[in-house]
């Protein structure tokens, strides 16, 4: 079965810092990664697909990088509205899905 | 502008069938496209489910796949989920989801709590 890693699983960070976050795949998922930024209490809201492409709308300090089994979300500048949790997710089409297990980035 | 909406027990008891519905509105589930049901326990990621398509793709998450149904029902543009033999552990928000072929989640229903206690 696929598994998605994700690490950290907390990280501390204050406003204006650059983070990464970092997602490895247990097999190549070419380039089928999204991440995804998650508030309480709210639906998951979509920051980047095909591991790099940045989401309509969603504020250009946010980047994704890699292919094959490893993938960051970098987030740059960190802002006030950004301490949330993320999730990278492989969507496959042609198989099973998987979710890495969060980060919360936290004050 | 597509909508989803889940329905369906906030309650059930264990060992029971879990039973939800997504009511799509503004898309047509004929047209295509793949429709999801995503969950997340409290305090805790989220897990994939399933996943169907009109032409009659399944997908299953292997830790679940013996205890999920999931279907189509055209005719009301909706679809379901059933959870068999449900424990205190499948006790989560459910959403359902839609997605285009070969790209993520792009449109999410607003999820629903469903416990599962005596």
């Known amino acids: 079965d696929m598994q998605m890693t994700q690490s950290p699983s907390i990280l501390t960070a204050s406003v204006g810092d650059r983070v990464t976050i970092t997602c490895r795949a247990s097999q190549t998922i070419s380039n089928y990664l999204a991440w995804y930024q998650q508030k309480p209490g709210k639906v998951p809201k979509l920051l980047i697909y095909?591991?790099?492409s940045l989401e309509s709308g969603v504020p250009s300090r946010f980047s994704g990088s890699g292919s094959g089994t490893e993938f960051t979300l970098t987030i740059n500048s960190l802002q006030p509205d950004d301490f949330a949790t993320y999730y990278c997710h492989q969507y496959n089409s042609y198989s099973t899905w998987t979710f890495g297990q969060g980060t919360k980035v936290e004050i | 502008q597509v909508q989803l909406q889940e329905s369906g027990p906030g309650l059930v008891k264990p060992s029971e069938t879990l039973s939800l519905t997504c009511a799509v509105s503004g898309y047509s589930i004929s047209n295509g496209d793949y429709w999801d049901w995503i969950r997340q326990p409290p305090g805790k990621g989220l897990e994939w489910i399933a996943t169907i398509s009109r032409g009659g793709i399944l997908h299953y998450n292997p830790s679940l796949k013996r205890r999920v149904t999931i279907s189509l029902d055209t005719s009301k543009n909706q679809f379901s989920l059933k959870l068999n033999s449900v424990t205190a552990a499948d006790t989560a928000v459910y959403f359902c989801?839609?997605?285009?072929?070969?790209?993520?989640?792009?449109?999410w229903g607003q999820g629903t709590l469903v416990t599962v206690s005596s």
């Open positions: 989801a839609r997605h285009v072929f070969t790209e993520p989640v792009d449109y």
């Open positions: 095909k591991a790099s």
